[in-house]
C-alpha cells in the first residue's frame, strides 16, 4: 500500500480537516466481516438523534429510530485510520510505504504496470499486477486514468465549503459529564441558508464543522475581524459562543474546504485498474454515508472477485455494473439532506411530519420504514432505498386522496345545500 502522507500514527493531524465520521450499519457490516468492528468502534460514541439548536428557545432532541434505540456512531477519522493500519500491520501480508506521492502510472507497460512516486528521498519505481485506487475525492489514480483518456470525471461542487471549530471538554463536570452538550446527539444548528454541527469525541470534547456559502454576505470571507467573527457568532449561535473558547482563532486559521460530488465512468481500465470510494464517486457528507459507502464498495469488490475466481478483469466491470446506480442513488440522497438539515429540521411542520412518520413505522412495522431508517440502520441497496420511498410516499399519496375525496365532496354538498336554503 502507497500513502502520500506521512504515517498519521507517527504526527499530528492535519488542522482543520478533521470531520468526524458517523459510522453506521453499512460500514459495521463490514468491519465485522474481518473482525474488526470491535477494535474500530471502541472509541465511537453513539448519537440516537439530533439536537436542534434554535437561535431563542428551548433544544429540540429528535430520534432517529421509531423507539430511540439505534445510532449513528461518532468516530474521528484519524482513530478509524489508526485502528485500520494497525489491523493491515498486523496481518503480515501488508507492506505500508508512506510518504510515497504517486505522479505517474504507465498504463501501457506490462503486465505488471509500472508506477513513478514522489519520495522525501527521490523518485520510487514500483511494479504491480493490478492497482486499486482508494485515495479519496482527489485521487491520483483516477487522474493518471484522466490523463490517459480512460475514463471520463465530472466534479459537481456546490456553493458551499466547510470550516471545522472545536468545543473542549468541560474541566469541571456538568449535565453532561465533562462535555459541554449532550454527546448522545448529532448538534445541529439550522440557520436556513448555512448551518453548524458538532459531533462527540471520546476526549470529551466535540468536532464543529461550519457549511456556509462561499460567497454572498453569509459567507466565510464574509467576517474578516475578530470582532466581527464574536459579533456574527453570539447574534447567530448564541448558545455556541461560551463553549468555544477558541472561536476566533479556530475561525481565522482552519481552513476552508470544498464540497462537491465526483462522478466518473468507467472506474476501471484494463481490468487490472480501478478506483473505488471516493475516488470513484465521492458525495457530500450530508447523509453521514461517506465512509460507510466506501466500505460496502470492498463487500461488493470481494463478493465480485469471489463470484470470478479472483478474475479481476471480470470482476471490476461487475463491480462497477452493481455499484453504479447505488453510488449515485446515495449521492442525490446526500444533496436532498443537506436542505433537510439546512432549512427544515427546526420547522414546525417538519416536526409533525416526522412524529406521522414513526406513526406509521408502529402502525406498519416491516412495511413502512422511514428513508433515513433504510440508509442508516440496514445494508438495503441505496437505490433500492430510493425506490422502496419513492413508493410508500405515492402510496400514502393515494390513500391522503381517498380519505380527503369523500371530505371534500361532503364538505361541498352541504355548502350547496347551505346556498339554496339562503
Not at 18 to 40: C, F, K, Q, T
Not at 121 to 132: F, R, T
Not at 190 to 215: E, K, Q, V, Y
Amino acid at each position: 500500500m502507497y500513502e502520500r502522507r506521512p504515517d498519521p500514527r507517527q504526527g499530528t493531524a492535519e488542522r482543520g480537516r478533521s470531520i468526524n465520521l458517523a459510522m453506521s450499519e453499512r460500514g459495521l457490516d463490514a468491519l465485522r466481516r474481518i473482525g474488526l468492528a470491535d477494535a474500530v468502534m471502541a472509541d465511537a460514541l453513539p448519537m440516537r438523534g439530533r439536537m436542534v439548536h434554535p437561535v431563542r428557545g428551548p433544544l429540540d432532541f429528535q430520534s432517529y429510530s421509531l423507539d430511540g434505540d439505534r445510532a449513528i456512531n461518532s468516530i474521528s477519522r484519524g482513530a478509524l485510520n489508526h485502528a485500520l493500519l494497525d489491523a493491515a500491520e498486523a496481518a503480515g501480508t501488508v507492506e505500508i510505504r508512506f510518504d510515497h506521492q504517486l505522479v505517474d502510472i504507465d498504463l501501457d507497460s506490462g503486465p505488471p504496470m509500472s508506477m513513478t512516486f514522489d519520495t522525501p528521498s527521490g523518485k520510487a519505481l514500483a511494479d504491480a499486477e493490478v492497482v486499486l485506487g482508494a485515495d479519496g475525492s482527489g485521487s491520483a489514480v483516477r487522474g493518471q486514468l484522466l490523463g490517459a483518456g480512460a475514463l471520463d470525471e465530472h466534479l459537481d461542487f456546490l456553493d458551499y465549503g466547510y470550516k471545522e471549530l472545536h468545543i473542549p471538554a468541560l474541566h469541571i463536570p456538568g449535565e453532561h459529564g465533562e462535555f459541554a452538550l449532550d454527546p448522545a446527539a448529532l448538534h445541529i444548528w439550522p440557520r436556513g441558508s448555512s448551518m453548524m454541527i458538532a459531533l462527540p469525541n471520546p476526549d470529551h470534547s466535540f468536532t464543529c464543522t461550519l457549511f456556509w456559502p462561499n460567497g454572498g454576505p453569509g459567507c466565510f470571507a464574509a467576517l474578516s475581524s475578530p470582532a466581527a467573527i464574536e459579533r456574527h457568532f453570539r447574534r447567530e449561535y448564541p448558545d455556541f459562543v461560551p463553549l468555544a473558547p477558541t472561536l476566533v482563532e479556530d475561525y481565522q486559521h482552519n481552513p476552508v474546504g470544498l464540497l462537491g460530488t465526483v462522478h466518473a465512468a468507467p472506474w476501471h481500465a484494463g481490468g487490472r485498474i480501478g478506483v473505488l470510494g471516493d475516488a470513484a464517486h465521492a458525495i457530500v457528507p450530508f447523509y453521514g454515508q461517506g465512509a460507510n459507502c466506501a466500505f460496502e464498495d470492498v463487500v461488493e469488490l470481494d463478493r465480485c472477485l469471489d463470484e470470478t475466481d479472483d478474475a479481476w478483469d471480470l470482476a471490476l466491470p461487475l463491480f462497477e455494473e452493481r455499484r453504479r446506480a447505488n453510488t449515485e442513488a446515495i449521492a442525490a440522497m446526500a444533496l436532498e439532506n443537506f436542505v433537510e438539515m439546512r432549512d427544515r429540521v427546526a420547522s414546525p411542520i417538519y416536526r409533525l411530519a416526522k412524529r406521522f412518520e414513526h406513526g406509521l413505522e408502529r402502525a406498519l412495522p416491516g412495511v413502512y420504514r422511514s428513508r433515513y431508517e433504510l440508509v442508516s440502520f440496514t445494508t438495503t441497496p441505496y437505490a433500492e432505498v430510493r425506490r422502496r420511498v419513492r413508493q410508500q410516499h405515492t402510496a400514502l399519496g393515494v390513500l391522503a386522496a381517498l380519505f380527503l375525496v369523500p371530505v371534500v365532496t361532503k364538505l361541498a354538498r352541504i355548502d350547496t345545500q347551505k346556498g339554496r336554503r339562503r
